[in-house]
């Protein structure tokens, strides 16, 4: 079981950069394949990207693919997502879990879910 705190949501201008951040406690944590996800108010949770647990595989979706980084410290039990050129239609509040199995796109296939953070872009 691990427990996750996002953070590093805020508003920013379109074409800029965040970098959003998530803590885990719990020793397991380099044990887990990580992800991102994102959902805007009346959807479901949309795939943004995940990381193998070592770090050595990284998956993204398409509309992010380019301009998001996801990245992972394992000494500090943290999962990063680095966003940069920003747009208007990334807004919305940004998740992280951890893999149970499953298709990595799909949020059925994560589990102990944080409370999110809220990006806003505005243009």
């Known amino acids: 079981q691990v427990q996750l705190v996002e953070s590093g949501g805020g508003l920013v201008q379109a074409g800029g950069s965040l970098r959003l951040s998530c803590a885990a406690s719990?020793?397991?944590?380099?044990?887990?394949?990580m992800g991102w996800f994102r959902q805007a108010p009346g959807k479901g949770r949309e795939f943004v990207a995940t990381?193998?647990?070592?770090?050595?595989?990284?998956y993204y979706a398409d509309s992010v693919k380019g301009r998001f980084t996801i990245s992972r410290d394992n000494a500090k039990n943290t999962l990063y997502l680095q966003m940069n050129s920003l747009k208007p239609e990334d807004t919305t509040v940004y998740s992280c879990?951890?893999?149970?199995?499953?298709?990595?796109?799909?949020?059925?296939?994560?589990?102990?879910w944080g409370q999110g953070t809220q990006v806003t872009v505005s243009s």
């Open positions: 719990g020793r397991s944590f380099s044990s887990y394949t």
């Open positions: 990381i193998r647990w070592s770090g050595s595989r990284t």
């Open positions: 879990a951890s893999y149970t199995g499953g298709n990595y796109n799909e949020p059925q296939s994560y589990t102990n």
